[in-house]
């Protein structure tokens, strides 16, 4: 699963997952059966507040593969859903009594692992054989980073799940052992814990080898390199390391990472290439060109064409903190300048998530619902060859691709 995130924000969000946004999305009552296909409608708001050129319901077997992503059950409590290959039936996977807080898709088989009430569990791919795998306890709520279970991740082979409690943990499916490599870095003052390095896991790189981890500080986030065989933790060097935050995402040989920011917050937009075996940092785009100009780029993807797939804005006005700029869907060589052509006519003013389909041939678009919504959002999909957008689920964030 992509790991997401906004640098602006404190330790006390940092390390606990975003809770459940409020879907619009009718859905099977908490502890009703699962494994029991439901295909569900778009509700008459979702339909009526699509825009011009969309098309409610996507074309039969539009989707490579599942497409998951957490949004509200009937009870306001956040849970795993995906939307089948047809692009049209949506189906629950998790039926928890408290939110799911994160959630992985093995990429083998469909099992689902995920966080819900400090715990972590995992189902089969139609949501059931539920087992907890995890039990990190109650959480101190003026201290949640002490003991909180975070971010799942599945090898690529599907033996092995890292994820967040105390540091960085490794679960081993067939011992059912775990073992933590990286212990949070915590020193109390006044008898109060605080944090000065936390670790958690972003996604394996696609051979394996190497793993993302989030580096959690009291304020501010980045990321390092994790090489399971060595054991060592690669951070970033170079004058962009300061500077290169967000949305980090592997290149299909895991050679390397982009990452890019498309808001002005506590750190520059822009975006950046990392070298994963080195951690060296390459400023790709600057963010602040002169006085009263500014490029944004989020969501980047290396297609298997070898060309970088990404949203681009670039502004020669005042924009307040936080504020989305206009994106547009581009594509370029991989120095993200060479050959930069715009794909799409459209803005995407309201984008809060993308997730760009394995082949670069459309992205998945969670647009907001409104313009102080900051999490998930309508999920439609737009196409790299122009066709109309077609909208696949009426909420969704957290997107990830599964078998």
């Known amino acids: 699963m992509l790991v997401r995130f906004r640098a602006s924000i404190g330790v006390s969000v940092l390390v606990i997952a975003a809770s459940g946004c409020a879907g619009t999305m009718a859905a099977p009552a908490p502890g009703s059966q699962p494994g029991v296909e439901t295909t569900v409608a778009l509700p008459f708001e979702a339909l009526t507040s699509v825009a011009p050129g969309f098309t409610p319901g996507a074309p039969q077997g539009m989707l490579p593969g599942s497409l998951y992503y957490l949004s509200n059950d009937a009870s306001a409590i956040s849970q795993v859903w995906r939307v089948e290959p047809d692009g049209v039936t949506i189906r629950a996977v998790t039926f928890e009594p408290v939110n799911v807080d994160s ?36 959480i101190d709520p003026n201290n949640p980073f ?11 082979d599907g033996a092995t799940l890292a994820y967040g409690n105390g540091g960085l943990n490794f679960y081993t499916l067939s011992t059912g052992s775990s073992n933590r490599v990286l212990e949070d870095q915590i ?39 994790y090489d399971l065989a060595s054991g060592a933790l690669v951070r970033m060097t170079g004058d962009g390391s300061t500077d290169a935050c967000c949305e980090p995402v592997w290149v299909p040989d895991g050679r390397a990472l982009y990452t890019a920011l498309p808001t002005i917050g506590m750190l520059s937009p822009g975006m950046w290439r990392v070298d994963a075996a080195s951690g060296a940092v390459t400023t790709l785009i600057e963010g602040f060109v002169e006085l009263g100009t500014y490029n944004f780029a989020g ?15 670039s502004e020669q006005s005042e924009r307040e903190v936080g504020g989305r700029p206009p994106l547009q869907m581009v594509r370029s060589g991989q120095d993200g300048f060479t050959g930069r052509t715009v794909l799409r006519p459209e803005t995407f003013e309201l984008l809060n998530e993308a997730l760009w389909s394995p082949d670069a041939s459309f992205v998945v678009a969670a647009m907001a619902t409104g313009e102080n919504v900051y999490q998930g959002g309508r999920l439609d999909v737009y196409y790299v060859d122009g ?17």
């Open 103 to 138: 959630y992985a898709v093995s990429p083998v088989d469909g099992r689902v692992a995920y966080v819900s009430g400090n715990q972590l569990l995992q189902v089969d791919a139609n949501g059931a054989g539920r087992s907890v795998l995890v039990s990190g306890g109650l």
């Open 387 to 403: 066709r109309p957008a077609v909208t696949v689920a009426p909420f969704g964030r957290d997107l990830a691709w599964g078998p």
């Open 299 to 313: 969501y980047p993807s290396l297609g298997p064409d070898g060309l970088l797939h990404y949203f681009f804005a």
């Open 187 to 225: 020193t109390h003052v006044a008898e109060m814990p605080f944090p000065q390095e936390l670790y958690w896991p972003g996604a394996y790189s696609p051979d394996g080898r190497k793993l993302l981890v989030m580096l959690g500080y009291y304020e501010g986030i980045s990321f390092a390199v």
């Open 146 to 156: 002490v003991n909180r279970i975070s971010s799942p991740a599945w090898s690529p």
